[in-house]
């Protein structure tokens, strides 16, 4: 049976090139990058080296690049460093105007960025979640409109990871810093990072979040960009590693195997988006026009190559993923982090789909090992998969 | 030249059981855990699989078992989420009879745990940091005396990290429980993992912490074990990972590495533990009898097996390090976490060392690939250098 796995947002195969790199900080090149002597000191400085081909993909300087064990750990720390920093006064909330410190948010964020929003609002921060077209884009007039007084942080996303919509991220951060320069822009640019420009000077960031497993790394390595002198509090204290701002032995083989991962990236990331695009764009003709009332989610042109998420009416995506999978075919309905609950997806139901329409849903992701002959076998075998599952439906909405 | 690595205690090598197992998860194996597809389902059993190897390692249930990316991620999660639940109250502290919150730890515990206790401080906590004696054991009944309405948290180290030294955990949860049974107890156990009974129930603890870098898996991956029903709250929001309780896509191929270390260990731990005791005898007599005016740093008796800190008069510590790391010998002064600055030692300070003796402190840390013919090499390297080192100094103390 064919193999076809379109789950790269989910997470992508480790590149051979980078378990390569890897390989030898397990065994031989073991030491503590902490240790004084020779075998620490060479250990230091590969995870300097590392960090310096971070700095540059990010064109950032390499003291402002934390490596974290995951973009959520990094999405967390930024959100509550900056609470902390800006929002408390030892054991106080510090009140401005009598008000409590707010963030600004959208509503269709990762759960990483929600999740630690609202706990914040449990700690008694205000948090605002903004509402989303049905485009799937954030509008910077809806950001700036949203800044008040007591405002200390924005979080906005690069790319949402189920739709794959890009958002005006310069944009956005140009707006945010018109109206007070005070307040810290964070993005997520997790699903950004394998396709799109990441440099955080043009972006406008303080902050930003990658994740490793995202671009042929491996899971358990994030980082962390913080811009000098944004305030901010580290979140894990201990020993003095990655300039006292991340505590915690540095995880070194993943290190090296990021700096590898991004290395590989840089080399061919405008080829690969040229690519993947035409694949895309062969796999949303083919399923608009081979699959009836099927829809694409999200702004079909502001779009990272690499994702495509439909609704397709009158079906439970669940059903259609486990079919797809009994012919090798690997996709998912909507973010690996959310599955396993039966809550409809609220990426889609921010864009204003009802729980139905989102409960048919469907992300596609390519990456760098998808071929045309795989686009041909989805739109081979997803219509008749379709077509059966809606004829055994009892409603037949379709 | 021959290479002797005697810094066990600052990270270990991965074995190659453990590179071996690991490899798949990079390629082959890469899903993610949460996906719904027969690839993620796969990796979602090992992963279940590898709880259930860590959660039979400390008898404990697989749900307690949460796997993290180090143990100072699991300090800072353990101690700030119970001062969170316990301690606040939405925005505010929750006073108890009209003072703060309190927590009670050690005055030599690793960094993590004291970092994390200051930055609770900064936040209106209370902390009592509990005298050491020069034995460096800390007393079940100073616990118990610094007890009061208030403690909602106690944490105390297995074994300290410089000197070796064993506490005795039993004895002191029993006497914290017996003296308020909601108090929690938490215990750093990464120095104690490789030679000690670590089964949660005879330790009477509540919260326990691993590193896997200590017991020959790879930097990068720690355990936090929580007791059911204990009062505490994640801090690690986003996705449903590890129980709802510590979000992120799981470290896979770590994860996996980690149980087969433990496998490993499981089966020579007893018989190590013997032949690293009768090396590290060897090594202790040797520098006792053969480096005039040298001491062991705290009891001889109630000692992990793999570590020996001597006090040397009339020499630096770092001076005698990179003399022996020019005759391939890599020791430390004490913690790797701690290296770079030129702060006396913590932990030997709080055993009533002065500073000057603290500078002059060397750690010996054993591992399963030490041999006698590397405390024969020690022995014959070490005490020229010392001779010629209190030759160099200008104040010829000794």
Not at 150 to 171: C, D, K, R, W
Not at 182 to 200: E, I, R, S
Not at 206 to 224: E, F, Q, R, S, T
Not at 258 to 270: F, G, I, S, T, Y
């Given at each position: 049976m064919r193999f076809v796995y379109l789950d790269y947002a989910a997470t992508t195969p480790v590149e051979p090139e980078v378990v390569?790199?890897?390989?030898?900080?397990?065994?031989?090149?073991?030491?503590?990058?902490?240790?004084?002597?020779?075998?620490?000191?060479?250990?230091?400085?590969?995870?300097?080296?590392?960090?310096?081909?971070?700095?540059d993909?990010?064109?950032?300087?390499?003291?402002?690049?934390?490596?974290?064990?995951?973009?959520?750990?990094?999405?967390?720390?930024?959100?509550?460093?900056?609470?902390?920093?800006?929002?408390?006064?030892?054991?106080?909330?510090?009140?401005?105007?009598?008000?409590?410190?707010?963030?600004?948010?959208?509503?269709?964020?990762?759960?990483?960025?929600?999740?630690?929003?609202?706990?914040?609002?449990?700690?008694?921060f205000e948090v605002t979640y903004l509402p989303v077209n049905s485009d799937g884009i954030i509008k910077a007039c809806d950001v700036e409109s949203a800044?008040?007084?007591?405002?200390?942080?924005?979080?906005?996303?690069?790319?949402?990871?189920?739709?794959?919509?890009?958002?005006?991220?310069?944009?956005?951060?140009?707006?945010v810093k018109e109206k007070n320069?005070?307040?810290?822009?964070?993005?997520?640019?997790?699903?950004?990072?394998?396709?799109?420009?990441?440099?955080?000077?043009s972006?406008?960031?303080?902050?930003?979040?990658?994740?490793?497993?995202?671009?042929?790394?491996?899971?358990?390595?994030?980082?962390?960009?913080v811009r000098s002198r944004t305030p901010w509090i580290p979140q894990q204290d201990g020993g003095g590693q990655e300039y006292r701002s991340r505590a915690g032995t540095?995880?070194?083989?993943?290190?090296?195997?990021?700096?590898?991962?991004?290395?590989?990236?840089?080399?061919?990331?405008?080829?690969?988006?040229?690519?993947?695009?035409?694949?895309?764009?062969?796999?949303?003709?083919g399923v608009l026009r081979n699959v009836p009332n099927s829809h694409l989610n999200g702004s079909r042109e502001n779009r990272v190559p690499n994702i495509a998420s439909f609704s397709i009416e009158g079906v439970e995506g669940e059903s259609v993923l486990l079919m797809l999978d009994r012919q090798g075919i690997?996709?998912?309905?909507?973010?690996?982090?959310?599955?396993?609950?039966?809550?409809?997806?609220?990426?889609?139901?921010?864009l204003g789909l009802s729980p139905e329409t989102a409960h048919g849903s469907l992300r596609f992701s390519l990456g760098r090992h998808t071929s045309p002959e795989d686009m041909d076998y989805v739109l081979e075998v997803l219509p008749p998969i379709i077509q059966r599952l809606r004829e055994m439906s009892p409603t037949k909405q379709i």
């Open positions: 390569e790199a890897m390989r030898p900080y397990f065994t031989e090149k073991f030491g503590n990058p902490s240790s004084v002597y020779t075998l620490g000191q060479e250990i230091r400085a590969a995870v300097d080296q590392s960090r310096r081909v971070v700095a993909f990010l064109g950032a300087k390499s003291k402002e690049i934390l490596f974290t064990s995951c973009a959520t750990e990094s999405i967390n720390s930024a959100i509550k460093g900056v609470a902390e920093a800006k929002g408390r006064e030892g054991g106080r909330l510090k009140l401005i105007n009598g008000q409590p410190p707010h963030i600004i948010t959208s509503a269709f964020e990762h759960h990483a960025v929600l999740h630690t929003c609202q706990h914040l609002q449990r700690l008694g800044i008040k007084e007591q405002t200390i942080l924005v979080a906005i996303m690069y790319v949402n990871n189920e739709i794959g919509t890009i958002q005006p991220i310069s944009e956005i951060s140009k707006a320069k005070n307040v810290v822009f964070f993005t997520d640019a997790v699903q950004g990072a394998g396709y799109l420009d990441c440099q955080v000077d972006l406008g960031v303080d902050m930003l979040a990658l994740a490793g497993h995202k671009i042929y790394a491996p899971k358990g390595i994030g980082v962390l960009y540095e995880n070194v083989p993943y290190i090296i195997g990021l700096a590898k991962a991004v290395e590989l990236l840089k080399k061919d990331q405008e080829e690969l988006g040229k690519k993947i695009t035409q694949l895309r764009d062969k796999l949303v003709d690997y996709v998912s309905t909507g973010s690996a982090c959310s599955s396993g609950t039966l809550e409809p997806s609220h990426v889609l139901t921010a």
